[in-house]
Every structure is written in C-alpha cells, then in structure tokens.
C-alpha cells in the first residue's frame, strides 16, 4: 500500500505542474507542436512497459485493435488534449488545472449513457456538485481577468473528450493491457498530429532552443510519460477508483502552483471551486463501484 500511496502522490504531483508549464510552453511553441512533442515521446517512453506488458500477457494484436488504438488515440490526442492546450492559452491556468480534473464526472456520465454502467443517486450528486464547482470557479458572469469564454469551453470540451476516452478505453484494456493500451494509443494519435502538421505547414521541432528544450523535455518526460507511468502504476497495483485519487489531490495542488510561478489570482469564487471540486472527486472517487471498472493482470 505504501507504494500505491507513492506512485498516486508522484503522479499528482506531476499533473499538477502540468497547466503552469503548458502555459509556459505555449508561449514558446505552437500548441498543436507541443501537443505532438509530449505525447510522442510520452508514449515512446511507455513503449518497453507496454512491450513488456503484451510479453507477459501473451497478447496477439490484430488489425481490429489496432484500429481501435488508432481511434482512441485521435479521440485523445489531436482532440482532447489539443483543444485542452489551446484553452490553456485562452484562459488561467488555475482554472484550467480544476476543469480538467473533473473529467471523471464525464467519464461516469459517457459510462452511463454508452455503457450502460449504472449511476447512482451519490453519483448523480456528485456530479451536480462538481458541475456548480466549475460555475464558481469560472464565475460566467463576471470572467476573472485572463479567462476568456472560448478558453473556458475548449478547456472544457477537452475534459469531456477525455472522459469520452476513458470510457473507449474500457473496451480493450483487458485483452491488450493498461500500459500497451496507452502507450500505442498515444503513439498513434501523435502520428495523426505530426500529419496535420505537416500539411498545416506548422513546426515540428523548429524553434526548440536551448532557451525551451528543458521545458520540452520537463512536459513530455517528466508530466506525460512519468506522469501517466506513475498514475497506472497506482491502479495495477490498487483499482481503478483508488488511482482516480490522484484528481482528487490535483485539484489541491496545481491552483497553488499557478499563483506562486506564474502570478495566477484565484477569486473567492475560486476557492469556492475548488472546495465544490475536491467534495464532488470524493464524493464519487470514494464510491468503489463508481464505474465498475477492474484492470487484471
């Protein structure tokens, strides 16, 4: 347990530096770039996990699942996390950092609807709270300076996408396996990336300089690779609902960040946020059968 408890608060911790060093990095570089650059050496570097994985398994891959990979990859990549990038730009990153944590109640909500999981009336609260959560942080009414509504709604079309993803990726996890499944997928999805740069005529790697390559590096080692690493970690050696702890600490963390490195403000509607956020995480994370999701070796 005391290694779960490890490998949850290591990834936490890396995810919540995640929206500060975003910003920082999308002032450097192109946001479809920089989405490219993390995910592709993120997922290469779960690559010999993954390989390791589908060894251990015994795992036969088939043209079917390879285009099942494909498309959760383009779901994950060129959608959720561009979009997600490119709000981070039009808005704080203190906000971002707690929309995007509450992708689980959109997972949840695409389980009910897609996979018929059943959502109970703790659940159905839960979700209400995180929703008003996001009302308070955003506060529609009177946008706290530096948020803009079309950052708000990419950020948030981003988070639902992802929980769109989380529910896809119930299909295959337990023929091809949590880290193969992850590390193909973003491989694939970058590739999608890497050809809409091209024929955008964006950059790929111009403009990398001594001055942003450790920032690139920091964001695709460190908050995609090791941060996802650590995150399954947490679920093979626990559940699924003991690793999605990780965005109840997330939301504690990364706010606080963007106030000390880069000068973010947060409002008392913020803080309001925040607080509805971390009830509504665990009110929903602490349910066991939340999703009714079990990973096996």
């Keep these: 347990m005391k290694k779960v408890t490890l490998y949850i608060f290591l990834a936490a911790l890396l995810f919540s530096t995640m929206e500060v060093t975003l910003k920082l990095g999308g002032n450097e570089l192109d946001s479809f770039q920089l989405t490219f ?57 203190s906000t971002a950092s707690i929309i995007i944590c509450v992708n689980p109640l959109f997972t949840m909500l695409f389980a009910h609807f897609l996979a018929g999981e059943k959502m109970t009336r703790q659940n159905g609260i839960g979700v209400v709270i995180g929703l008003i959560g996001i009302l308070f942080m955003v ?6 300076e530096g948020n803009t509504p079309e ?14 993803y989380s ?14 499944q992850t590390s193909i997928s973003f491989i694939f999805g970058s590739l999608v990336l890497l050809v809409i740069l091209l024929v955008t005529g964006r950059p790929v790697v111009a403009g990398i300089w001594p001055n942003n390559i450790l920032l690139v590096l920091y964001l695709s ?6 941060g996802y690493l650590f ?7 626990s559940n699924a609902t003991t690793g999605a702890i990780t965005f109840l600490v997330k939301p504690a963390i990364a706010p606080l960040l963007a106030v000390v490195i880069i000068g973010d ?22 349910k066991k059968n939340i999703l009714h999701i079990t990973f096996k070796e």
Excluded: W
């Excluded at 529910?167 to 193969?180: P, S």
């Excluded at 913020?270 to 929903?284: H, M, R």
């Design 37 to 93: 650059l993390r995910f592709m050496v993120g997922g290469l570097l779960l690559l010999p996990f993954a390989l390791a994985e589908i060894k251990h398994k015994h795992t036969a891959i088939s043209l079917k699942d390879y285009l099942y990979l494909l498309l959760l990859g383009i779901i994950c990549i060129p959608l959720s996390m561009l979009l997600f990038q490119l709000g981070i730009m039009k808005s704080n990153a």
């Design 139 to 144: 506060n529609p009414f009177k946008l706290q």
């Design 151 to 164: 950052g708000i709604l990419l950020v948030l079309a981003g988070a639902i996408l992802f929980g769109l």
């Design 167 to 180: 529910v896809m990726g119930k299909i295959g996890v337990e023929k091809l396996g949590i880290m193969a």
């Design 221 to 226: 080692i460190f908050v995609t690779g090791l």
């Design 231 to 237: 995150y399954f970690l947490a679920i093979k050696k």
């Design 265 to 286: 403000v947060i409002t008392i509607n913020g803080y309001i946020g925040i607080a509805l956020v971390l009830i509504s995480s665990y009110i929903n994370i602490t």
